[in-house]
């Protein structure tokens, strides 16, 4: 559906490819990155289609719940899954943030090594969403960056320092 908004992140990191793959889906490692200026809890993480990975975002007293279900895992090389915000179950359920948010986003994240550097690039695809909720997204997409954006600096920086 080439109609559908379609947000691109773009990263070119100092670090081999299965260094890069390990900080996206090792627990310890991706909740030191992912969520910035939150604190971001993993409760589960299974790498392998079918499988949930079921993140809280804490924000002071507050959470915010994210619940992912990959449907492709081809170490190192490419993830995809399905991503929703949560109710506190961990079932699907409408952004706290924006009303009109797409319930799902297909996610592809793919890395492909270049020397000793290795290029990211993520795509976010509403999923099976209403003529609302794909308004929405892509009127958000102009700031999208800002919230991947800080992330993608957390990484670089936690992969200096796994390096180091």
Known sequence: M???????????????RDLVWKTWTDPKL????????????IHRLDLKPGGLWLVEMKMAARSMFQRVEY?????????VWLHSSADADWKVASSPMMADWP?????????????AQTRMRLTWVPHEASKAEIACFAAAIGGMDKGWGAGMTLLAKLLAELQA
């Open 2 to 16: 080439s109609d559908l908004p379609i947000y691109v992140l773009e990263r070119v990191f100092d670090a081999p």
């Open 30 to 41: 991706l909740s030191r990155w992912y969520g910035p200026n939150v604190e971001t809890i």
């Open 71 to 79: 449907t492709e895992v081809t170490p190192p090389a490419r993830l």
């Open 103 to 115: 319930r799902v986003l297909l996610t592809t994240v793919t890395f492909e090594a270049d020397g």
